[in-house]
Each structure stands twice: as structure tokens, then as C-alpha cells.
């Protein structure tokens, strides 16, 4: 009996982590795939280390402050 309960136990340590990893491709795994190659797919369209930077429109005023008037500090004691 006690060696009936062993052998199970082992057969499950032993055949459980690849039939997880199985169904975790079959369930998960294909969509990752897909998404890896649709990511190369956008990403091959520029070169390796390219660095590109999207401006922010200039503002039309000049002030440098925009919320109302600019009070210089002083400090009281």
C-alpha cells in the first residue's frame, strides 16, 4: 500500500512539469509566438540603436510662466 502511494507520488514529481509546460504552449504559448513575430515585424523597420525623438509643438507665449503672475521668494525670519 505505502509502495503504491510512493510510485504515484513519483510518477507525479517526474511527468507533471512537462505536461504543464505542454498545456501552458497549447493554451498561452501559440499566442506568444504570433506576438514575438508581430513585434520583429514592427520593430525591423528600423535599425538597431536607432533613437527617435518626437518634438512637443512650441507654445505660442513667451512667458516662460503660465499660471498666473511670478512672485519672487523673499524670505521672512
Known amino acids: 500500500m505505502l509502495f503504491k502511494y ?15 509546460r505542454f498545456v501552458f504552449y497549447l493554451l498561452v504559448g501559440r499566442q ?12 525591423s523597420g528600423r ?3 536607432e533613437i527617435r525623438v518626437d518634438s512637443r509643438p512650441k507654445k505660442e507665449s513667451d512667458s516662460r510662466y503660465n ?5 519672487d521668494f523673499e524670505e521672512v525670519k
Not at 32 to 43: F, P
Not at 67 to 71: L, N, Q, R, T
Open 6 to 20: 510512493l510510485f504515484i507520488i513519483t510518477l507525479v514529481i517526474l511527468f507533471v512539469p512537462p505536461v504543464r
Open 32 to 43: 506568444l509566438v504570433k506576438e514575438q513575430k508581430r513585434q520583429n515585424d514592427v520593430r
Open 47 to 49: 535599425r538597431e540603436g
Open 67 to 71: 499660471s498666473g503672475e511670478y512672485v
